[in-house]
């Protein structure tokens, strides 16, 4: 039924609220009303219509019960907010859908946005009708007001104006209190402004009145304290309350027309300055860095030349509508005038954290336009100037990415450009690179060595470790440190992964068939950890090769972060229960707690290299006591402990001395390919 409804209203303004449930949640909106009121379908789904009324109560809207017995289609003028505050009229008709049994059990509500009628004032009346030809400023009421030490206060006495002004009679005030009649968002501030009376002679508040008419207005409160009498613990206030509503929105107006281009909606360059300053000194208290650039759309003129300045004005709405969805919310979009807009991107953990961000910008401009049988495409140039060190001042961000975005559209249209050419040149290599390693994953660049893992009390290999390497056409053959941390920050984690227990449970099937079954040891990045279907993967591949899952382990360092590692303990485990093996890697490092051990699902503790460098000739008692306690530890938890970087006979015989486990080092043999890995000793 529900998809019925959805496909008969496909390109509708709609809504489905269930009505079987409490509250009658939206359990349905359209794309359409999503667009209109800049809510999102999450924030929609489960909250009654009435949130998009926000408090602005006393309306005729949102009653969904009445919509499921009444016999015509229940028609309703109803004001709502969008998610960015501004007001829209809707005409809101409610349809009741029934059920199986015949019963409704939902409601269709269509939303159409009648703003320009009612402003345009033929709907004047139905305006007047919901809300009172209450209008003008200057006008005021009076109150007197009893302040009760206990916290009640009571209203004694209000001059008729009230009535006037807000539509309710004076005996509501008096039954009811001020507060009831005041915004909700304003509540708390009338008890603030209370409570200060019984110290303060006199004040004056700005709030919100809601009036009969469901109408918002805005008064000026000013209040004296007239007497007070410590014995019946009673302070008598007297106010006058003026509406101001006019001078308020004149006022709201004009910051509009000074920050918000009137086109899109966003900020102008002149709050950008605002912003710009804010988000500095946010990354200077964090250490953070931020971003500015500056998007200027290629031959734009061109569109407006040759179509109309319409379909330029829709075309610039449409861009920086698509330029809003690519950012955080936390960052700042704004509009230059012309073609031309800011993006300013704060909380950048690094330089290069900018990357992607630009790239999704400038992917969603290029996306064709339709508007109507035309369909256009764009490209746009980028400028960006970074702040990071906060070494420069900010204050010629907007110039420096301005200077950026010139060279830009003489040397990379359609890309970007840093307003530094270090940086320039950084990030600029940096995407070559990452692009590279894309390719050399897909192309077979990659190859596997392999490090023997011996057992040192009789010297034989029980496993080996696959290290990765990059044939890299150019540079020559290079180390995992050359090329792992860019696999992590541009998020090529899972591939590698992927790529590694493949090749690697490939060659482990083949040295099982030249029967000498060798476990293999592979490494597992913190992102690989965080983003991988681990045991997927494993048990994919294992199945493959039909491997038994005991000839593989897998390494998670102990450098991984904390939340990493304890968000990926249950994929560990996982991965456990078939009965692969798992091992700390680079383990005394992060000095891990004994709670942090215990917590992870491990079978193996691989000492960090560091630990056994420091045993030579000098070597001091501590630092025995040192590698002599790391092993108990690992012991105590029952797991099998390696020494990685054993290079001297020296090291070799302390650690047996040691009752270490396992060992692995040059002095055994260097990572070697394959076929290089000498039979079991
Ligand atoms: P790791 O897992 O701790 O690997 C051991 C590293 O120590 C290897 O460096 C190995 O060549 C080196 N090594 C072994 N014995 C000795 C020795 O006696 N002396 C010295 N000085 N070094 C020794 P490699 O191959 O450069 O790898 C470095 C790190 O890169 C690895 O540390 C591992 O964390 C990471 N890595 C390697 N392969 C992969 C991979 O396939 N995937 C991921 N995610 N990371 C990998
Ligand atoms: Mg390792
Ligand atoms: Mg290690």
């Given at each position: 039924?529900?998809?019925?409804?959805?496909?008969?209203?496909?390109?509708?303004?709609?809504?489905?609220?269930?009505?079987?449930?409490?509250?009658?949640?939206?359990?349905?909106?359209?794309?359409k009303?999503v667009e209109l009121?800049g809510?999102?379908?999450?924030?929609?789904?489960?909250?009654?219509?009435?949130?998009?009324?926000?408090?602005?109560?006393?309306?005729?809207?949102?009653?969904?019960?009445?919509?499921?017995?009444?016999?015509?289609?229940?028609?309703?003028?109803?004001?709502?907010?969008r998610a960015d505050?501004s007001?829209?009229?809707?005409?809101?008709?409610?349809?009741?859908?029934?059920?199986?049994?015949?019963?409704?059990?939902?409601?269709?509500?269509?939303?159409?946005d009648?703003?320009s009628?009612?402003?345009?004032?033929?709907?004047?009346?139905?305006?007047?009708?919901?809300?009172?030809?209450?209008?003008?400023?200057?006008?005021?009421?009076?109150?007197?007001?009893?302040?009760?030490?206990?916290?009640?206060?009571?209203?004694?006495?209000?001059?008729?104006?009230?009535?006037?002004?807000?539509?309710?009679?004076?005996?509501?005030?008096?039954?009811?209190?001020?507060?009831?009649?005041?915004?909700?968002?304003?509540?708390?501030?009338?008890?603030?402004?209370?409570?200060?009376?019984?110290?303060?002679?006199?004040?004056?508040?700005?709030?919100?009145?809601?009036?009969?008419?469901?109408?918002?207005?805005?008064?000026?409160?000013?209040?004296?304290?007239?007497?007070?009498?410590?014995?019946?613990?009673?302070?008598?206030?007297?106010?006058?309350?003026?509406?101001?509503?006019?001078?308020?929105?004149?006022?709201?107006?004009?910051?509009r027309l000074a920050h918000i281009d009137p086109l899109t909606g966003l900020p102008n360059a002149h709050l950008l300055?605002?912003r710009?300053?804010?988000?500095?000194?946010?990354?200077?208290?964090?250490?953070?860095?931020?971003?500015l650039a500056i998007l200027d759309l290629d031959n734009f003129r061109f569109v407006n030349q040759t179509f109309s300045q319409r379909h330029g004005d829709r075309l610039i709405m449409e861009v920086s509508r698509r330029l809003r969805r690519t950012l955080?919310?936390?960052d700042t979009l704004a509009r230059l005038g012309g073609d031309s807009f800011a993006l300013l991107l704060?909380?950048?953990?690094?330089?290069?954290?900018?990357?992607?961000a630009l790239?999704k910008v400038l992917a969603a401009v290029r996306e064709p336009y339709a508007d109507g049988s035309l369909v256009l495409q764009l490209a746009a140039s980028v400028g960006v100037?970074?702040?990071?060190?906060?070494?420069?001042?900010?204050?010629?961000?907007l110039?420096?990415a301005t200077?950026?975005l010139v060279?830009a559209k003489?040397?990379?249209r359609g890309g970007f450009?840093?307003?530094?050419?270090?940086?320039?040149?950084?990030?600029?290599?940096?995407?070559?690179?990452?692009?590279?390693?894309?390719?050399?994953?897909?192309?077979?660049?990659?190859?596997?060595?392999?490090?023997?893992?011996?057992?040192?009390?009789?010297?034989?290999?029980?496993?080996?470790?696959?290290?990765?390497?990059?044939?890299?056409?150019?540079?020559?053959?290079?180390?995992?440190?050359?090329?792992?941390?860019?696999?992590?920050?541009?998020?090529?984690?899972?591939?590698?992964?992927?790529?590694?227990?493949?090749?690697?449970?490939?060659?482990?099937?083949?040295?099982?068939?030249?029967?000498?079954?060798?476990?293999?040891?592979?490494?597992?990045?913190?992102?690989?950890?965080?983003?991988?279907?681990?045991?997927?993967?494993?048990?994919?591949?294992?199945?493959?090769?039909?491997?038994?899952?005991?000839?593989?382990?897998?390494?998670?360092?102990?450098?991984?972060?904390?939340?990493?590692?304890?968000?990926?303990?249950?994929?560990?485990?996982?991965?456990?229960?078939?009965?692969?093996?798992?091992?700390?890697?680079?383990?005394?490092?992060?000095?891990?707690?004994?709670?942090?051990?215990?917590?992870?699902?491990?079978?193996?503790?691989?000492?960090?290299?560091?630990?056994?460098?420091?045993?030579?000739?000098?070597?001091?008692?501590?630092?025995?006591?040192?590698?002599?306690?790391?092993?108990?530890?690992?012991?105590?938890?029952?797991?099998?402990?390696?020494?990685?970087?054993?290079?001297?006979?020296?090291?070799?015989?302390?650690?047996?001395?040691?009752?270490?486990?396992?060992?692995?080092?040059?002095?055994?043999?260097?990572?070697?390919?394959?076929?290089?890995?000498?039979?079991?000793?």
């Open positions: 039924m529900l998809e019925a409804i959805r496909r008969l209203f496909e390109g509708e303004s709609y809504c489905i609220s269930d009505l079987a449930t409490v509250g009658h949640p939206v359990v349905h909106a359209s794309e009303l009121t809510y999102s379908f999450e924030e929609f789904r489960g909250r009654s219509l009435g949130f998009l009324m926000r408090n602005d109560t006393d309306q005729d809207g949102g009653r969904m019960h009445d919509a499921a017995t009444a016999e015509e289609p229940f028609t309703s003028v109803v004001r709502i907010y505050g007001l829209l009229w809707t005409e809101q008709r409610h349809y009741p859908v029934h059920g199986d049994d015949g019963a409704a059990a939902h409601v269709l509500t269509l939303f159409r009648v703003t009628e009612v402003h345009a004032g033929g709907a004047q009346a139905m305006q007047l009708e919901l809300s009172g030809s209450l209008e003008g400023d200057g006008r005021f009421f009076s109150y007197a007001l009893l302040l009760h030490d206990d916290g009640r206060n009571e209203v004694v006495w209000a001059s008729d104006a009230w009535h006037q002004l807000t539509g309710y009679a004076v005996e509501h005030l008096r039954s009811q209190g001020l507060r009831r009649f005041i915004h909700a968002e304003d509540r708390a501030q009338l008890d603030e402004r209370l409570q200060g009376l019984r110290e303060q002679e006199r004040r004056s508040d700005q709030y919100r009145l809601v009036t009969y008419g469901g109408k918002v207005m805005w008064v000026e409160d000013f209040a004296s304290r007239r007497w007070r009498s410590d014995e019946a613990g009673i302070t008598a206030v007297y106010g006058m309350v003026k509406d101001i509503t006019n001078a308020r929105r004149e006022t709201a107006n004009l910051w300055e605002d710009v300053q804010q988000a500095q000194l946010h990354a200077r208290r964090n250490g953070t860095g931020i971003a955080r919310r936390t704060g909380d950048l953990p690094t330089q290069r954290a900018v990357l992607p790239e100037d970074v702040l990071h060190d906060g070494t420069r001042a900010a204050s010629h961000m110039e420096r200077a950026a060279r003489e040397t990379n450009r840093f307003y530094d050419d270090e940086v320039d040149l950084a990030m600029r290599s940096r995407i070559a690179t990452e692009r590279e390693l894309k390719r050399a994953i897909a192309e077979d660049q990659l190859v596997l060595h392999y490090q023997p893992r011996v057992q040192l009390d009789d010297g034989s290999i029980n496993s080996v470790e696959a290290l990765v390497r990059w044939v890299h056409p150019v540079r020559g053959l290079l180390k995992p440190a050359d090329f792992v941390p860019l696999v992590e920050e541009s998020q090529l984690g899972p591939r590698l992964f992927e790529w590694v227990v493949e090749r690697a449970c490939r060659q482990a099937k083949r040295w099982q068939s030249q029967r000498t079954p060798r476990r293999v040891a592979v490494n597992v990045s913190p992102s690989a950890l965080a983003h991988c279907n681990l045991a997927g993967v494993v048990q994919s591949v294992l199945s493959r090769y039909d491997l038994h899952p005991g000839l593989l382990e897998l390494e998670i360092s102990e450098r991984t972060a904390h939340d990493t590692l304890a968000t990926g303990s249950p994929k560990l485990e996982e991965v456990r229960a078939m009965g692969v093996q798992v091992a700390l890697d680079d383990f005394g490092v992060a000095h891990s707690s004994l709670t942090q051990l215990r917590s992870l699902p491990l079978d193996g503790l691989k000492i960090d290299r560091s630990f056994v460098a420091k045993i030579d000739s000098r070597t001091t008692n501590q630092d025995v006591d040192l590698l002599r306690a790391i092993i108990a530890l690992g012991k105590s938890l029952r797991l099998r402990v390696t020494a990685e970087g054993i290079e001297t006979k020296e090291q070799n015989t302390l650690l047996r001395s040691l009752h270490c486990d396992d060992g692995q080092g040059f002095l055994f043999s260097q990572p070697v390919p394959a076929e290089y890995v000498i039979a079991t000793a």
